[in-house]
C-alpha cells in the first residue's frame, strides 16, 4: 500500500493513533505500507511516535512513483 502525504502538513495524536492501527492491521494482513511526500514537522511526528522504525525507514520515498518502483522490484 502507498500513501501519498504531499498535502499534510500537520498530524495529531488522534491521527498517530489511527495511523498506528492501519499499521497493525496491515503488519497482521503481511501487507507493506510505503510513505511517499512526508515533510518536516509530519516526519518528526512520525518518528517520535516510532511510526517511521515500524514502518521502516526505507519505506519514506519522496515521490509515489519511487515506492511503485521499489514494489515491482525496479
Do not use: N, Y
Amino acid at each position: 500500500m502507498v500513501v501519498d502525504c504531499k498535502a499534510i502538513s500537520t498530524v495529531d495524536a488522534q491521527a498517530l493513533s489511527a495511523l498506528e492501527e492501519i499499521v497493525d492491521e496491515l503488519e497482521d494482513r503481511h501487507v507493506a505500507l510505503w510513505v511517499a511526500g512526508v515533510r518536516g514537522p509530519v516526519r518528526d511526528a512520525f518518528a517520535s511516535a516510532h511510526l517511521t522504525d515500524r514502518i521502516g525507514a526505507d519505506h519514506f520515498v519522496e515521490r509515489v512513483h519511487q515506492a511503485v518502483d521499489a514494489i515491482g522490484g525496479r
